[in-house]
């Protein structure tokens, strides 16, 4: 059974900074998968955040560049998401994703507020 668990998420002022992890510790071959942080707001569809390929490039939804950056450990079987510069628009339920072919992947979400 595939598990991803998140954590990191909380309650942040605007400017803040937040560092989301994924543990895919029950992945295997997990440096064969595509990993992805994706994000749902109350009301709206899930969007993607960022990706990372197996090789370490990385895409970022045009909302985040320059704030967020996304990077893999794959001895750890974990994913991570650093973000700064935090918006209220930036309030959502953060999902990680991991993905080779059809293996398609989800974890539960973590909840990030950005409130003053």
């Known amino acids: 059974q595939v598990q991803l668990v998140e954590s990191g998420g909380g309650l942040v002022q605007p400017g803040g900074s937040l560092r989301l992890s994924c543990a895919a510790s029950t992945v295997i071959f997990i440096s064969t998968y595509a990993m992805g942080w994706y994000r749902q707001a109350p009301g709206k569809q899930r969007e993607l955040v960022a990706t990372i390929t197996p090789g370490g490039s990385t895409n970022y939804a045009d909302s985040v560049k320059g704030r967020f950056t996304m990077s893999r450990d794959n001895v750890k079987k974990a994913a991570y998401l650093q973000m700064n510069s935090l918006k209220p628009e930036d309030t959502a339920v953060y999902y990680c994703?991991?993905?080779?072919?059809?293996?398609?992947?989800w974890g539960q979400g973590t909840q990030v507020t950005v409130s003053s």
């Open positions: 994703n991991v993905v080779r072919g059809s293996y398609n992947y």
